[in-house]
């Protein structure tokens, strides 16, 4: 990590240095418009920047044939799950925009996975400053961390490029530039600054964390550039606070160590293997602080660990409050989380533990979960209800790969739906946890089997999505 070095000038020594630069033109190439001899023509211009970062940063235009059909499990109310009739699957083209950042000069591009929504049936065009345009194909998508990889498909010409910035060097204060395409109206550049760092409980994913910035993200921003006063990368902006879509002063932009990671896996063509921690983490609340007698109202709770673990085996015991990992403190589980992420596997992490009042280090070698043993996966078919679901006992590497809830350990979970299939047609989707076919709790895929070969007049079901606990009757 960089040291900052802070200088305190008086306006006496700061004319003194003015005029060095001057006469000896020593001045930085961003700053040859700053002309600080006289207070009443002081000129700041963020232009030479932006003219180097702006030709990296284009316009992502999405035509998607979406195949939809008229769910009976759906988000809005428990009424979707009654008194509704199976309707007939029909095709509908939906068109989208954002923005992008081109990462390389032979035209791999990021942005955010909400932009190019449907990867599959999916027409993209991308269109540069310069008005180049291109189609473009899709080469890793994660929704749970809203990132997206494109490639822009040329005959090897070359393109302009951003280079990544550590974004762990970045403090609250620091100045930013934002680059995107809002409302589609074509290329825009708001500033701002760093408003605060390691923002969670925001996005899908448990390892995933902000920068919030003021400056102005509107719609068509999304997977655009924030970049630092050097040019350099430091964000993927992805979403604002706001009750009418516009701008208030509050966005957020994916930190370019987390975009990073996920670039390097598309690149090498391998999938990203998340550090299993083997245990359950929990914010430190008020509550907890005042029990644990915490100083700080702040960190990540160790209240559940698996037996032959790496957290276990590291030495790492239930109660422990993890506060910094690598030197960088820990506000809650999931800044936890990323900072386990990022390290990234085959790595170690330092922790800083509290435990009973001292503070304790720990080394934690960083694995991936156990694989799936086949016999923890089914694919279902027959004429029942989970006709074309892929569905997998809940064990470690499906909690870690899913992302579940780490005390989940009840049910089987659904992997994948096919298209056009009965569980398709009835609403049931990846992630999807279900907790009980008729009286009988479900404990494994062996026994849901089983189950689903008794003819039913009613097949009722239970299944948890998300925080929702959600009641199925479906008719034989």
Not at 343 to 358: F, H
Not at 411 to 440: E, H, Q, T
């Amino acid at each position: 990590m960089h040291k900052r070095v802070h200088w305190k000038l008086s306006v006496k020594d700061l004319v003194i240095c003015c005029v060095i630069c001057v006469l000896f033109d020593i001045s930085p190439s961003f700053a040859q418009k700053q002309i600080p001899l006289i207070q009443s023509n002081l000129y700041y211009s963020f232009a030479p920047i932006v003219k180097r970062a702006a030709p990296a940063v284009v316009n992502v235009y999405v035509q998607s044939k979406q195949h939809l059909a008229s769910p009976l499990i759906g988000d809005d109310s428990f009424l979707e799950f009654f008194n509704r009739r199976f309707g007939v699957p029909r095709d509908r083209t939906q068109n989208s925009l954002g923005s992008g950042v081109i990462i390389n000069k032979h035209g791999l591009l990021v942005t955010n996975a909400h932009v190019i929504k449907s990867s599959g049936r999916a027409e993209i065009r991308v269109l540069l400053a310069d008005k180049r345009e291109f189609s473009a194909r899709v080469v890793m998508s994660d929704k749970r961390t809203d990132i997206a990889v494109l490639q822009i498909e040329s005959n090897d010409q070359t393109f302009p490029f951003l280079n990544f910035e550590n974004s762990d060097d970045l403090e609250v204060g620091d100045i930013v530039l934002a680059i995107g395409n809002p409302f589609g109206v074509g290329q825009t550049v708001t500033s701002g600054i760093v408003s605060a760092l390691a923002r969670s409980g925001l996005g899908k994913s448990d390892e995933q964390v902000f920068i919030q910035t003021d400056a102005a993200i509107n719609p068509g921003n999304s997977g655009g550039a924030l970049i630092d006063m050097n040019g350099r990368l430091i964000g993927i902006n992805t979403a604002i606070y706001s009750r009418t879509g516009a701008s208030h002063g509050i966005g957020f932009a994916i930190p370019s160590n987390l975009v990073r990671l996920y670039v390097n896996s598309a690149v090498s063509g391998r999938k990203i293997e998340r550090p299993w921690f083997g245990g359950e983490l929990s914010t430190v609340t008020r509550s907890i602080a005042g029990s644990l007698g915490l100083q700080r109202i702040a960190g990540a709770l160790v209240s559940k660990l698996h037996n032959n673990a790496p957290a276990a085996d590291a030495g790492v015991l239930i109660g422990d409050v993890i506060t910094a990992i690598d030197g960088y403190e820990v506000a809650d589980a999931r800044a936890a989380l990323y900072r386990l992420t990022t390290r990234g596997v085959g790595n170690v992490a330092r922790l800083d533990i509290m435990r009973r009042g001292r503070l304790v280090q720990i080394n934690l070698k960083l694995q991936a979960a156990p694989r799936l043993n086949p016999n923890d996966i089914r694919n279902f078919s027959g004429n029942h209800p989970l006709d074309g679901a892929r569905i997998a006992n809940i064990v470690p590497f499906i909690i870690n790969e899913l992302q579940l809830d780490n005390s989940t350990d009840e049910g089987v979970v659904f992997l994948s739906v096919s298209p056009k299939s009965i569980a398709a047609n009835i609403g049931f989707r990846r992630g999807d946890v279900l907790l009980r076919l008729g009286a009988r709790k479900v404990l494994n895929v062996n026994q849901l089997d089983n189950d689903l070969q008794r003819p039913r007049r009613l097949w009722s079901m239970v299944i948890r999505r998300g925080q929702r606990v959600l009641r199925v009757e479906i008719p034989s």
